[in-house]
């Protein structure tokens, strides 16, 4: 049976990662080779109820078939993965709110609306620990003026 080149069969691995989105697939699986994964790759996997942005772990193990993807815990949480459903994984689509995250580092102001997509994508888990370095950053020692922190807290409780 001839698999769609993105579709892998999820297989449970019991991998706690805390609370980062992990992905599990071996280096000779068809996905990788053909989409040139590499380990840490951010990708983004999905199954009918949803996606989530995980960084990709590569295994050189039989714990995984070629055709099978593991989890972390918290990824098959958040994507309420069961049994033996299939995932769909693909290229991180650009992240539209770091061109944000760059104009702060070069010091111009941001508005609302920019920290509001900030605020969204963070929340969606598509940032990853360096992203969010450089948010922090970005803003620290003093680098936001008072209508950027007001604008900042807005996006945080909306």
């Known amino acids: 049976m001839e698999q769609p080149s993105n579709i892998l069969k999820y297989?449970?691995?019991?991998?706690?990662?805390?609370?980062?989105h992990v992905v599990y697939m071996r280096e000779d699986c068809h996905v990788c080779?053909?989409?040139g994964f590499e380990a840490l790759?951010?990708?983004?996997v999905a199954n009918s109820t949803g996606s989530i942005v995980a960084s990709l772990n590569v295994l050189n193990s039989d714990i995984l078939l070629p055709h099978e993807?593991?989890?972390?815990?918290a990824a098959a949480k958040k994507l309420k993965v069961s049994g033996n459903e299939t995932l769909r994984v693909s290229h991180l689509e650009p992240i539209d709110s770091l061109s944000h995250v760059r104009a702060k580092?070069?010091?111009?102001?941001?508005d609302y609306t920019a920290f509001d997509e900030i605020?969204?994508?963070?929340?969606?888990g598509d940032y990853?620990?360096?992203?969010?370095?450089?948010?922090?950053?970005?803003c620290a020692g003093n680098r936001l003026d008072i209508n950027e922190i007001s604008n900042l807290t807005k996006a945080m409780i909306a």
């Open 128 to 138: 990853s620990n360096i992203h969010l370095s450089a948010f922090i950053t970005a």
């Open 41 to 44: 790759t951010r990708i983004r």
């Open 33 to 35: 080779i053909s989409e």
């Open 105 to 110: 580092i070069y010091n111009q102001k941001l």
């Open 119 to 124: 605020i969204t994508d963070i929340v969606e």
């Open 11 to 20: 297989k449970h691995l019991g991998i706690y990662t805390q609370n980062e």
């Open 69 to 73: 993807i593991g989890l972390s815990d």
